[in-house]
């Protein structure tokens, strides 16, 4: 059996089972979340024949950052349940393979022990109801290191989940969610989710932060163009893995369109959800995605192996992505083009 395909149940062995149900989840009747991989498997490819494919180039780069294969990790929260060292252990995997990493607002290690591991990172950031309150963690994250902000853009509510059983919430510990604010930083009611963001708020992140920002939760090629419009120098195309609305489309369904919308702009385009073989990667890259994220295998992985699990699985989807790459009869990463996926 193909390794990665083993992880998720040798995590569940590990895992308590309400940190196990919570990784998978999705929300409401899950029927987003459980169609992900699927969508991608159901695209067909158009390979080329009698090119030279003696040599296959992976590296690439997404806002300037080199990465050996064009595959990252997406941001999680609760990874200190995965792995007692948590985002330093993901970091560690990740800068083994030369990737890089999503940082969640809720990540449950400081941003400067995130940073001090030596690999690239993202700040996930959730804006809050008290502005004041994402300022103090945006600075955190800007003296940490983070080389951009990734504005989760498609969370105006959190997505209501279905438990039977005792949530996470009632089984983890605090620590383990809200590492970058000091207690008396923030009351309760100031980290509601804000719901009256527009696409200015990409730039109040640019001129906060210094850095590039980009937009997380793209389905549709209208709102692609209006980040892009506004300033953004990145979109992910996502659902958040299927944990909010319940019933949006697919991403590997809504790629093609945002990745038209872009067509031109200097705005990088990036995807996930229910990505799991090299073939998938293929069709993302064909369709239009500079780069991908993994989220669940990076939990599963973490959890399994470790900071080892992590490097293995970012090695082993570019091991697939380079054979897919021979079969389709292309040898560059920048040579992959929409024509090779049937539609
Ligand atoms: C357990 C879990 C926690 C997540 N936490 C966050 C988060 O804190 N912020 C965020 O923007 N996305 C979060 N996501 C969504 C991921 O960044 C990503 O969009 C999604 O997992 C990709 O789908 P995949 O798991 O099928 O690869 C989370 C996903 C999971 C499974």
């Given at each position: 059996?193909r390794w990665?395909?083993?992880l998720e149940a040798?995590?569940a062995e590990?895992?308590?089972?309400p940190?196990?149900?919570?990784?998978r989840?999705?929300?409401a009747?899950?029927i987003t979340?459980?169609?992900?991989?699927a969508a991608?498997g159901?695209?067909?490819?158009r390979?080329h024949i009698l090119?030279?494919?003696?040599?296959?180039d992976?590296r690439?780069t997404?806002?300037?950052?080199?990465l050996?294969?064009?595959?990252?990790?997406a941001?999680t929260?609760?990874q200190r349940?995965?792995?007692?060292a948590?985002?330093?252990a993901m970091?560690?995997?990740?800068?083994?393979?030369?990737?890089?990493?999503g940082v969640?607002?809720?990540a449950?290690t400081?941003?400067?022990?995130i940073?001090?591991?030596?690999a690239?990172?993202?700040?996930?950031i959730?804006?809050?109801?008290?502005?004041?309150v994402?300022?103090?963690?945006l600075d955190k994250?800007?003296e940490g290191g983070?080389?951009a902000v990734?504005?989760t853009a498609?969370t105006?509510?959190?997505g209501?989940?279905?438990d039977d059983?005792?949530?996470?919430?009632e089984?983890?510990p605090p620590?383990h969610?809200?590492?970058n604010?000091?207690e008396d930083?923030?009351?309760a009611?100031?980290l509601?989710k804000a719901d009256?963001?527009?696409?200015?708020?990409?730039?109040?992140?640019?001129?906060r932060?210094?850095l590039p920002v980009?937009?997380?939760?793209v389905?549709?090629?209208?709102?692609?163009?209006r980040?892009?419009?506004a300033g953004?120098?990145?979109?992910?195309v996502s659902?958040?893995g299927?944990?909010?609305?319940?019933?949006?489309?697919?991403?590997?369904r809504a790629?093609?369109?945002v990745?038209e919308?872009?067509s031109?702009s200097s705005t990088?385009?990036y995807?996930?959800g229910?990505?799991?073989?090299?073939?998938?990667?293929?069709?993302?890259?064909a369709?239009g995605?500079r780069?991908i994220?993994?989220?669940?295998?990076?939990?599963?992985a973490?959890?399994?192996?470790g900071s080892?699990?992590?490097?293995?699985?970012?090695?082993?989807l570019g091991?697939?992505l380079?054979h897919?790459?021979?079969?389709?009869?292309?040898?560059?990463?920048?040579?992959?083009?929409?024509?090779?996926?049937?539609r």
């Amino acid at each position: 059996m193909r390794w990665i395909d083993t992880l998720e149940a040798a995590a569940a062995e590990k895992l308590p089972e309400p940190v196990h149900r919570y990784f998978r989840q999705g929300s409401a009747g899950g029927i987003t979340a459980g169609e992900a991989v699927a969508a991608w498997g159901s695209y067909r490819f158009r390979p080329h024949i009698l090119t030279d494919v003696s040599a296959v180039d992976l590296r690439t780069t997404v806002l300037g950052t080199p990465l050996d294969v064009p595959v990252m990790v997406a941001p999680t929260t609760l990874q200190r349940q995965a792995d007692p060292a948590g985002e330093r252990a993901m970091a560690e995997g990740v800068a083994a393979a030369n990737s890089l990493l999503g940082v969640s607002s809720n990540a449950g290690t400081t941003f400067a022990d995130i940073g001090a591991v030596g690999a690239p990172w993202w700040l996930q950031i959730y804006v809050v109801k008290n502005r004041d309150v994402t300022l103090k963690m945006l600075d955190k994250a800007v003296e940490g290191g983070a080389r951009a902000v990734v504005l989760t853009a498609d969370t105006p509510v959190v997505g209501r989940k279905e438990d039977d059983g005792p949530t996470i919430w009632e089984v983890i510990p605090p620590e383990h969610l809200l590492a970058n604010l000091d207690e008396d930083e923030y009351e309760a009611d100031d980290l509601g989710k804000a719901d009256d963001l527009t696409p200015d708020v990409i730039g109040w992140l640019a001129e906060r932060t210094g850095l590039p920002v980009v937009v997380k939760g793209v389905l549709r090629g209208d709102d692609a163009k209006r980040c892009a419009d506004a300033g953004a120098a990145g979109v992910i195309v996502s659902n958040h893995g299927g944990r909010q609305l319940d019933g949006a489309i697919s991403t590997a369904r809504a790629l093609p369109e945002v990745a038209e919308a872009l067509s031109g702009s200097s705005t990088e385009l990036y995807v996930d959800g229910g990505i799991r073989r090299g073939e998938h990667v293929l069709a993302a890259l064909a369709l239009g995605a500079r780069a991908i994220f993994v989220g669940r295998p990076a939990l599963w992985a973490l959890t399994v192996s470790g900071s080892a699990g992590v490097t293995r699985l970012i090695g082993d989807l570019g091991v697939e992505l380079e054979h897919a790459m021979r079969l389709i009869g292309v040898p560059e990463l920048a040579s992959l083009s929409p024509d090779l996926v049937e539609r």
